[in-house]
């Protein structure tokens, strides 16, 4: 990400929001002089949950 770093905060342990689709498809609409390839659509993990496998 092109070394840039930010500090962001998230309120809560976790989403209220659950994708339960295997592959599901997200739409980014973005202002206009900007594209969707200046965003990153990231996953967070809790941290302390259990090991991935």
Partial sequence: ???EHWDATLNG???SHVVNERQPTFYIY???GSSA???ALIKLEKKGG???V
Avoid: E, F, L, T
Wanted: hydrophobic residues 20%; proline residues 27%; glycine residues 0%.
């Fill in 50 to 52: 259990p090991p991935r």
């Fill in 1 to 3: 990400m092109r070394n």
């Fill in 37 to 39: 390839a200046d965003y």
């Fill in 30 to 32: 973005v202002p206009d």
């Fill in 13 to 15: 342990p976790q989403s």
